[in-house]
Each structure stands twice: as structure tokens, then as C-alpha cells.
């Protein structure tokens, strides 16, 4: 696979080092591979970095034996090389700090305090390559009384309140709060993170100014991805109610059942709710005094709900749906993965792709295509995810010039592992 377009990418000749881990940090250097930048992921030499191991779901190497790809390595680490360096020996931290001084970015999310045990804090990165962007991402941020603590995606989504204004409401059938299905705030903190490192970059060389520190956190992002709905609160001071599949704004915005599915519906603008109102023959709703607004229809939701479900209930699918889509009403199916596979409108932006030729499993690797679309520099698609230590001897010979011996020696004494060298 390649990017379908000619040129280089957006951020060709930054290079990145990866130490980052799990979903976040490597989500962030994903994004910046994909704009181009060349991204040498330091992983562990045994079984890589950690979301190697994350299940459930893993693809099976040439003989049919659990890989080291699994789905979470996948998603977050097309276009990068790996180099296989044990953190934990003088000889590797060295490593790391010269390869560092070759590069423009330095990725880590450790727990505040273990890259300075580790020798790879920011000042000892800095002090080999001043003008390093030096990016960490952690869970509470580099200060402050809890910086030290470890978490994971749904701890922030406690801890921040956004659980409390996900789920269904109280009293009704499984009611409670619950948490988003998918690392929305693994996946927002990263692009966060490569928002920040595109900013420090421009800083730095296309204003004259210096390398820094960036200082990225999960529990602020958590905080900051609720926008209106703590905006409310603050206005307010009034809890959000959980509100299951209702939307954020006016009514009717929610799932509906029809005779054989389930049509999510937003309507809640005039128009759209003046047309919706056409396709299910009640237009006397829309001069009713209790609907004539959208923030009416938002206070009166249950009374409208009342008049529409049933009236929705009468429909097909298929039918409801064709007949709101040609009065241009904003509606979806319910749809679970397997119908994404046959949506047109995924097929047209091609967001479902495959890698071919992996080092370590037998094709096709699958991967999801980047949102962004740029005209003149399109986004890259030029490496699979990469086996564990896949590019460690020519990472080590390109950058900095080592010899075969010296690759030898390394690889002998578990340093580092070479899955590309045969030694000599």
C-alpha cells in the first residue's frame, strides 16, 4: 500500500523517537508517520512494547501461533521502524540518547518520575540535542498532587465526570452510568499530542525559537473533550442528566425503534424537524406551541416523545429511512461493524485498507485509513505495522553509523535485538 498520490509527505524530514506505549502516545506518532515523518519506535526486546499484548484479538504468524500484532499494535503503529533496546542497561539508555540527538521529536509517556530513574528525562535528552521537542504524555499531567499515578482510559472518564453523563438514566432498564465504548480519551490525547508537537515543531523552526517540553495529560483531556456539557454545569451548576440515546441539543434527536430496526434520528433544527414531521403525516406538530422551538422541543421531549414513537413504530426500515433521506432529515441505521464493510460512503474515501508483505505475519495486515485528506501532501501508507526489532541494525548502522561487529556484540549481550541482521 502506498498513498495513492505522488510527493512527500506534509512533515517529511522530521523524525520522531517513539518510546510511547499502550494507545495514546503511539496514536499521536501514528498521526505524525502518517503526515510523513519518519518514527523509530523504541520497543522492549522479548515482547515489544506493551500493546503487543493487549486482547483480545491477535493475528497468527506463518505457522499458525499467536503474533506479537495484535489489534491494539495495529491500530496505532503503521509507518514506523522498530528498534528493539533494553531501556534498562547502560549500553541501551546511551543508544537511545544518541539515536535522540539525531532526531527532532522525543516521545515518552512513563509515569512522572521513571524517565529520569531511566536516565532519558528531559534534561538528559536535552543536554544531547538541544533542540529536541520533548513530548510527554501521562495521566495526571507532570505536576500536581497526583502526577505520580498511574491510569488507564476508563479511570479518567471516572475521575473527570464524563461517566456520570454517559448511560442511561436512572429508574429505567440498565440505568447507570457507563463508559464510551471505544479509548475516546486514549485516542483525543493523542491527537492533542500531536497538536502540541506540530506547534513546538513550527516554534522552533519556522520562528527561530528553541526546543521544550510539551506536558500532555489524559485526565485534562477528559475534562476538556466534555465542552458543552460542563459548560452548562459551569454556567449553571446543574449535573448533566444522562439522557441514554438522546442527543446534546434540541429534540427529537435519538434512537428510534421501526418495525424491524433501530433509525437514529436528528432532527432537532426547524427545518429538519418541519420535514420530519412531512414524512410522518403529524405536520400539526410543528405550530404546536410546545414544539414551535428548538429549545421547546428540548423541554417538552418526553410529551413530543409521546407522538413519535408510536408513529415511527408503524414504519420499515428501509422504507422510513429512504423517505427521510430524500426530505434531507439527518438519519442513520444502528449500524454494528460488519455493515461499515459495505457502506458506500466508506468504500468511496477507501477507510477500511490493508497492508501487504508484513515481515512476521502473512497478509493482509488491516488497518483504518487516517481522517485527514490533504491535497498536495496526501497522507502515507507506506509501512505496516513493524515485527518486533525489525529495523534495529539499520536504524543503528543509517543513524549512527555502527559497525557489524559492533551490532553483533549488542545483539549478543541482549542490548538490543536485531530481527533484520544476520550478523558479520
Known amino acids: 500500500m502506498n498513498s495513492g498520490g505522488l510527493g512527500l509527505g506534509a512533515l517529511a524530514g522530521v523524525r520522531v523517537l517513539d518510546l510511547g506505549r499502550v494507545l495514546a502516545a ?100 536535552r543536554a544531547a540535542n538541544p533542540r529536541i521537542i520533548y513530548a510527554s504524555l501521562s495521566g495526571y499531567g507532570q505536576s500536581g498532587p497526583l502526577s505520580d499515578r498511574p491510569g488507564y482510559d476508563p479511570i479518567f472518564q471516572a475521575r473527570s465526570g464524563m461517566m456520570s453523563t454517559t448511560g442511561i438514566p436512572a429508574g429505567q432498564p440498565g440505568g447507570g452510568p457507563m463508559r464510551t465504548g471505544a479509548s475516546l480519551v486514549d485516542v483525543a490525547t493523542g491527537y492533542n499530542l500531536a497538536i502540541a508537537i506540530l506547534a513546538a515543531l513550527y516554534h522552533r523552526d519556522a520562528r527561530g525559537g528553541q526546543g521544550q517540553q510539551i506536558d ?30 438522546a442527543g446534546n441539543g434540541g429534540h427529537p434527536a435519538s434512537a428510534f425503534a421501526c418495525r424491524n430496526g433501530i433509525l437514529y434520528i436528528s432532527a432537532g433544527q426547524d427545518g429538519f424537524f418541519s420535514a420530519l414531521c412531512s414524512v410522518l403525516g403529524c405536520n400539526d406538530l410543528v405550530y404546536d406551541p410546545r414544539f414551535d422551538t428548538i429549545t421547546r422541543r428540548g423541554e417538552h421531549r418526553e410529551v413530543l416523545d409521546a407522538v413519535l414513537v408510536p408513529l415511527i413504530a408503524e414504519w420499515d426500515i428501509d422504507d422510513l429511512y429512504d423517505a427521510l433521506e430524500a426530505a434531507r432529515v439527518p438519519c442513520a441505521r444502528l449500524n454494528e ?28 495486515v488491516p488497518t483504518v485509513a487516517n481522517p485527514i485528506r490533504l491535497s498536495a501532501t496526501p497522507v502515507r501508507y507506506d509501512m505496516p505495522p513493524p515485527a518486533l526489532g525489525e529495523h534495529t541494525a539499520k536504524v543503528l548502522v543509517d543513524l549512527l553509523g555502527l559497525s557489524g561487529r559492533e551490532i553483533d556484540d549488542y545483539n549478543d549481550r541482549g542490548v538490543v535485538r536485531c530481527a533484520d541482521y544476520g550478523g558479520g
Not at 52 to 62: I, L, N, Q, S, W
Open 216 to 245: 500532555v495529560a489524559l485526565f485534562d483531556t477528559a475534562i476538556a473533550m466534555q465542552s458543552h456539557a460542563l459548560a452548562n454545569y459551569l454556567i449553571s451548576g446543574n449535573q448533566p442528566a444522562r439522557t441514554g440515546m
Open 26 to 125: 503511539p496514536w499521536a506518532t501514528q498521526m505524525l508517520g502518517d503526515l510523513g515523518a519518519e518514527i523509530i519506535k523504541i520497543e522492549r526486546p522479548g515482547n515489544g512494547s506493551d500493546e503487543r499484548a493487549y486482547g483480545p484479538e491477535f493475528m497468527t504468524d506463518a505457522v499458525g501461533q499467536r503474533s506479537l500484532h495484535s489489534a491494539f499494535h495495529n491500530c496505532t503503529n503503521r509507518n514506523k521502524r522498530s528498534v528493539a533496546v533494553d531501556l534498562s542497561t547502560a549500553d541501551g539508555r546511551d543508544l537511545v540518547l544518541q539515536l535522540a540527538s539525531k532526531c527532532d521529536v522525543f516521545v515518552e509517556n512513563f509515569v512522572p518520575g521513571k524517565a529520569c530513574k531511566l536516565g532519558l528525562d528531559y534534561p538528559a535528552v
Open 337 to 364: 461493524y460488519s455493515a461499515l464493510r459495505d457502506d458506500p460512503q466508506v468504500g468511496h474515501r477507501e477507510v477500511l485498507r490493508s497492508f501487504e508483505n508484513a515481515h512476521d505475519v502473512p497478509g493482509p
